[in-house]
């Protein structure tokens, strides 16, 4: 029986106890979260970034973990903090997700569309391919513990899934290239919702095995689950953008009201795609990017500042929370630490397969690439460098350890918590020195984001005359793709834009016409 | 085993269904929730109060229930809206108690401060003494449902908690007298801690009625329940005031970490109550009240604006949502219908015990203030009139389903549910009717809030002159009582405001000195 089963009727006990049970369990979460924030700010305001907060945060779950550990607290009160896939699921990682689509910036993230797609997509499917075949020719070796080959997929999918939090709040901080920046929080992004995917198709293939379907099945239903969900929040995302268009809701007293609404929609497009058996993460990313491209302009001004600190606000605290969560459960769950070749070995296929990855997704974009946009050697390092696991990874191995007989989904959550925890601690903590050792840092610094990201703009119109010289098929293909994201710029300018937003009206507020005016700058600097 | 016991690791079965349930059932709700808003806000448009916002919230839940009662929902979606106490207690609850500390206006409020307290923790006594007596002698009688005279009690204490939500939306609306706003909203508000507590304490009388505990010892332990917690929640106050006025975090780039600060010290208050056996709501209402007085004037400017904002919003969702899910579980639940005379002498007995709080108190009252400071004869009927009873006495006589034995748990949730229903569409639908029919509406149109509060206000220093001849020993009590609040603000003034806040810094910005120059105009008011 599937359900949020907070003190069932039939565990009558002392309701009173158990209510201070969780009071004190909650307590001790909120504390934690309230020192995570605090040591986060005071590392931050000294600037070491050798112990980033993600990084903070799980060694402070880690040790408050071991410390209930190693005393006897009760049942009642552990039972609280276990990490439960679930509540992940629904209630943590919707806000995280669509923050990340609702902070992206629109402007490099979309001039840099098709090579995020083919570093999120195609990258993670080589990423995934490359780890599940290295660790099954590693059992069939002896190197390590024997899975069977769908269960190495399984695993190579969750293990290929990035984790965006740490790593960008570094480059941030050090202000690099907006270029680089765009690329690795792309793909970090949107490789969460395809190793779920991956991990999901993986899943299903392994309990249909005997129904023997074919390869050719698997994919389509994959892109089913791909475009469906991206779909869902692509329309989930344009039904909120009108409906505050019509609604008239930006006057000033229905502030509460359509703060209320649009805080709903999310969420809306989360559960939609979770109903219809889809994923609720790529209905959410799409949601996010959506409602900020249009649906946002369309709020009242106080709306727009509230809205925008509001999504922040939970995603930082969900954020926070999972390190923390993430950090106590990995003290608190009882690992089986007799394969640690398994560990060591993984550890190596995921550096390999991540090489793969990128290094191949970015020769493919460079084909394409006119030559003062091609991907330079030390981005392709950083992001080699940059791909550290984290609670997506973390979540969706728990999963597995109900998903997959004993010892297997064993042996893959203690191989994911250890890459887990050496990634985030390690690679977070070196990212700043990596970016600095690669000299990628700096670039932000001396011209604000908008302006070094303008200076290289506007580069597409040259790109397809400039390089069709050496066209392979192969090349063209790929310039297709290339122009298809080019000629959605200039969809969403004539007619997405005026559609689903209120540029168009005069009959509006003079914010209004301040909101028109700055988008019109904006549309001047394309031409 | 008390846990947020979601997805179990048992329940194998296939968790993409399960999954898949989770979906559907919290799309209905945000479905329900979204429709709500929208419902509402046309209802209020088009100034129809005779279907408040609460009230279209129950029906809609009430409608979505018995529709899905009749068709043939899965149960795995189903269970997705059972009313769980301990979700409404640990996570709706909280944002609605505290945004009603938080939303108070400290001057109408603390100069009725004497008056609050005699009808919150006095007059709800005596409403719950009152009810419990008569549902006995009804029992003993045989007009009634028999219940033991503990449960009486505890049935007493659960339907005296009255609801603040719906009424005082329409005394917004219709801009009432702020005095009577004062009133009712303070009286709303501590009386449901003062329910709870009740409730509580009875309830362990229930369970120790074989220790034999005396009188006393029932009083003593009350009295150690609300001082209790209520010095928690003044404690957190205050210390949440120190750490911002001390910390230095207002300023610009720290607003996030201020805000996620801030948040989640009421529930940390609530959490910290509850962990030592407490009273989470009366603890967080005063942390509330005190945060809003100190802590809220030591952030920057747009912290202000965005955590009042926030916590509107967090409250108005989890209202509306108490409403639907309440409407939907009255729709779903198995109730017992045979004692229909059970909840016709109950409603009736109610009525009565509300006369005998509001008149009684407002007797006591009227004994010690000036003859132009009375409560007049239409307040104590409008306030008679405006008790109607929500989530708090719904949510306390779920809990009583697991406390006492079947038969007598069942009686009293049906009876509670009825009266719920009843008094929310019946009373809150003609509220509006009501105050104009008392005519107490528009005294606030004439003149706003502020002013028509600073007319009557600086009444305190008369009163003791003017009044003391008829002093018997009783009614010199009672005026210590109420010189004590006079002088506590005394006390606010001159030492607490300057401790706790920024005011005393000539250290800060220009908007600080905005802030101490508004305290100080506001000081010279009272002077």
Same mark, same amino acid.
């Given at each position: 029986?599937e359900?949020?089963?907070?003190s069932p009727?039939?565990?009558?006990?002392?309701?009173?106890?158990?209510?201070?049970a969780?009071?004190?369990?909650?307590?001790?979460?909120?504390?934690?979260?309230?020192?995570?924030?605090?040591?986060?700010?005071?590392?931050?305001?000294h600037?070491?970034?050798?112990?980033?907060?993600?990084?903070?945060?799980?060694?402070?779950?880690?040790?408050?973990?071991?410390?209930?550990?190693?005393?006897?607290?009760?049942?009642?009160?552990? !039972?609280?903090?276990?990490?439960?896939?679930e509540?992940?699921?629904?209630f943590?990682?919707?806000p995280?997700?669509?923050?990340?689509?609702?902070?992206?910036?629109?402007?490099?993230?979309?001039?840099?569309?098709?090579?995020?797609?083919?570093?999120?997509?195609?990258?993670?499917?080589?990423?995934?391919?490359?780890?599940?075949?290295?660790?099954?020719?590693?059992?069939?070796?002896y190197?390590?513990?024997k899975?069977?080959?769908?269960?190495?997929?399984?695993?190579?999918?969750?293990?290929?899934?990035t984790?965006?939090?740490?790593?960008?709040?570094?480059?941030?901080?050090?202000?690099?290239?907006?270029?680089?920046?765009?690329?690795?929080?792309?793909?970090?992004?949107?490789?969460?919702?395809?190793?779920?995917?991956?991990?999901?198709?993986m899943?299903?293939?392994?309990?249909?095995?005997?129904?023997?379907?074919n390869?050719?099945?698997?994919v389509?239903?994959?892109?089913?689950?791909?475009?469906? !969900?991206?779909?869902?929040?692509?329309?989930?995302?344009f039904? !909120?953008?009108?409906?505050?268009?019509?609604?008239?809701?930006?006057?000033?007293? &229905?502030?509460?009201?359509?703060?209320?609404?649009f805080v709903?929609?999310p969420?809306?497009?989360?559960?939609?795609?979770?109903?219809?058996?889809?994923?609720g993460i790529?209905?959410?990313?799409?949601?996010?990017?959506?409602?900020?491209?249009?649906?946002?302009?369309?709020?009242?001004?106080n709306?727009?500042?509230?809205?925008?600190?509001?999504?922040?606000?939970i995603?930082?605290?969900?954020?926070?929370?999972?390190?923390?969560?993430?950090g106590?459960d990995?003290?608190?769950?009882?690992?089986?630490?007799?394969?640690?070749?398994?560990?060591f070995?993984?550890?190596?296929?995921?550096?390999?397969?991540?090489?793969?990855?990128?290094?191949?997704?970015?020769?493919?974009?460079?084909?394409?690439?006119?030559?003062?946009?091609k991907?330079?050697?030390?981005?392709?390092?950083?992001?080699?460098?940059?791909?550290?696991?984290?609670?997506?990874?973390?979540? &969706?191995?728990?999963?597995?350890v109900?998903d997959?007989?004993?010892?297997?989904?064993?042996?893959i959550?203690?191989?994911?918590?250890a890459?887990?925890?050496?990634?985030?601690? &390690?690679?977070?903590?070196s990212?700043?020195?990596m970016?600095?050792?690669?000299?990628?840092?700096?670039?932000?610094?001396?011209?604000?984001?908008?302006?070094?990201?303008e200076?290289?703009?506007?580069?597409?119109?040259?790109?397809?005359?400039?390089?069709?010289?050496?066209g392979?098929?192969?090349?063209?293909k790929?310039?297709?793709?290339?122009?298809?994201?080019?000629?959605f710029?200039?969809?969403?300018?004539?007619?997405?834009t005026?559609?689903f937003?209120?540029?168009?009206?005069?009959?509006?507020?003079?914010?209004?016409?301040?909101?028109?005016d700055?988008?019109?700058?904006?549309?001047?600097?394309?031409?």
């Amino acid at each position: 029986m599937e359900q949020l089963q907070i003190s069932p009727a039939d565990s009558m006990g002392s309701p009173g106890k158990e209510q201070r049970a969780a009071g004190v369990g909650i307590l001790l979460q909120i504390m934690m979260l309230v020192l995570s924030f605090v040591l986060g700010h005071v590392l931050r305001r000294h600037r070491i970034y050798y112990l980033p907060e993600a990084s903070a945060s799980l060694l402070i779950g880690l040790i408050v973990g071991g410390l209930a550990n190693i005393s006897n607290t009760e049942n009642s009160i552990r !039972s609280w903090f276990n990490f439960h896939e679930e509540f992940f699921f629904l209630f943590l990682l919707p806000p995280i997700i669509f923050q990340s689509g609702f902070s992206m910036q629109p402007k490099p993230f979309f001039s840099n569309f098709g090579a995020i797609v083919t570093f999120a997509i195609f990258g993670t499917f080589v990423a995934s391919v490359v780890t599940g075949v290295l660790v099954y020719l590693g059992g069939v070796t002896y190197l390590m513990y024997k899975l069977p080959f769908v269960e190495c997929l399984m695993f190579g999918a969750l293990i290929s899934a990035t984790d965006p939090v740490t790593v960008l709040s570094i480059f941030q901080e050090l202000g690099t290239d907006v270029n680089l920046y765009a690329l690795v929080f792309g793909e970090s992004v949107l490789n969460d919702a395809m190793a779920i995917s991956l991990y999901r198709t993986m899943s299903l293939v392994r309990s249909n095995m005997s129904s023997g379907q074919n390869f050719l099945m698997i994919v389509v239903r994959f892109l089913e689950t791909f475009v469906g !969900s991206m779909s869902a929040g692509v329309g989930v995302g344009f039904t !909120s953008a009108l409906l505050f268009k019509y609604a008239g809701l930006d006057i000033d007293n &229905l502030h509460n009201l359509e703060c209320c609404l649009f805080v709903l929609f999310p969420y809306f497009s989360y559960m939609l795609a979770e109903g219809f058996g889809l994923s609720g993460i790529v209905s959410i990313l799409f949601t996010g990017i959506v409602m900020k491209h249009y649906t946002f302009s369309n709020l009242s001004d106080n709306s727009q500042k509230f809205t925008a600190a509001f999504f922040h606000l939970i995603s930082s605290l969900a954020e926070t929370f999972v390190f923390i969560y993430m950090g106590f459960d990995i003290a608190m769950e009882k690992h089986s630490w007799s394969h640690m070749g398994f560990v060591f070995f993984s550890i190596l296929f995921i550096g390999i397969a991540r090489a793969a990855n990128v290094f191949s997704c970015a020769y493919l974009v460079n084909l394409v690439r006119p030559s003062h946009r091609k991907i330079p050697m030390k981005h392709q390092k950083a992001l080699w460098y940059s791909g550290l696991r984290g609670a997506m990874a973390f979540a &969706l191995a728990l999963q597995s350890v109900h998903d997959l007989p004993e010892g297997h989904g064993q042996t893959i959550f203690t191989a994911t918590t250890a890459i887990v925890v050496l990634t985030v601690l &390690l690679i977070g903590g070196s990212t700043g020195t990596m970016l600095e050792a690669l000299q990628v840092v700096g670039d932000g610094h001396d011209a604000p984001l908008g302006e070094s990201f303008e200076a290289n703009s506007g580069y597409r119109a040259p790109s397809y005359e400039g390089e069709s010289s050496s066209g392979s098929r192969f090349k063209m293909k790929l310039k297709e793709f290339h122009k298809s994201t080019a000629s959605f710029t200039a969809l969403d300018r004539n007619y997405l834009t005026p559609f689903f937003t209120t540029q168009n009206g005069d009959d509006e507020d003079e914010h209004d016409e301040l909101l028109g005016d700055s988008r019109r700058g904006v549309l001047r600097g394309h031409d």
